[in-house]
């Protein structure tokens, strides 16, 4: 199994351009999770989806929009990408009725 | 909205000694989980240790304990005979229910030979 894969593992972005994150899992997991972390700051979560069809805001949901788009795929789009969003972005997957997060690799993403 | 502390930004710790990284957390809930989880250079994201906050049991995994004191609301990890592989960025995290992880702002640790 793959676990949870996501891609692209680095990104370079100019200030104002748009992009998609992507992010699938295939353990059959209903909850999914986007977190980016920068220096110091430890993972902050952006936003989650317990369920296909579902999503929520998480503790830095500003300049960010997901989609479910089915139980195995949940994406990450920056619509007009700024400096600060320069960050470390990881997708997390949890199965229903457990506790342990599975991760992906994890996006390097710098905006210029 | 839970929270959790780490309040050592870096710790260093020579090969074969023993080092403590701390952890505290807020919540009014009873029931709950707490991990630590380790990332390499790799970055890669690495569940170290759990502990369910109904066991009193304090969780073990090789060299890795935890010291689980749930009325100080404290959870850190005890890491015995270091290695230059420990080397890493440990985060402590909560988890109640189905809600999001939370993290703590993490530890760096050093591994001196």
């Known amino acids: 199994n793959a676990g949870v894969t996501q891609t692209p593992k680095f990104q370079v972005l100019k200030t104002g351009q748009s992009m998609t994150l992507q992010c699938a899992q295939d353990m059959n997991h209903n909850s999914m999770y986007w977190y980016r972390q920068d220096p110091g700051m430890g993972l902050r979560l952006i936003y989650y989806s317990a369920s296909e069809g579902t999503t929520d805001k998480g503790e830095v949901p500003n300049g960010y929009n997901v989609s479910r788009l089915n139980k195995r795929e949940f994406s990450l789009r920056l619509e007009s990408a700024a400096p600060s969003q320069t960050s470390v972005y990881f997708c997390?997957?949890?199965?229903?009725?457990?506790?342990?997060?599975?991760f992906g690799q994890g996006t390097r993403l710098t905006v210029v | 909205a839970q929270t959790v502390t780490q309040s050592q930004p870096e710790m260093s710790v020579q090969e074969a000694e023993t080092v403590t990284l701390s952890c505290t957390y807020d919540?009014?809930?009873?029931?709950?989980?707490l991990f630590w989880y380790k990332q390499p250079p790799s970055r890669q994201m690495i569940l170290v240790i759990r502990?369910?906050?109904?066991?009193?049991q304090n969780a073990t995994e090789n060299r890795f304990s935890v010291n689980f004191q749930k009325a100080a609301k404290s959870f850190s990890l005890k890491i015995s005979d270091s290695q230059l592989g420990d080397a890493a960025m440990y985060f402590c995290a909560y988890r109640e229910g189905n809600t999001p992880l939370v993290f703590g702002k993490g530890t760096r640790l050093s591994v001196i030979a």
């Open positions: 502990q369910e906050a109904y066991k009193q």
């Open positions: 997390a997957s949890i199965r229903e009725g457990y506790t342990e997060a599975f």
């Open positions: 919540t009014s809930e009873s029931d709950y989980y």
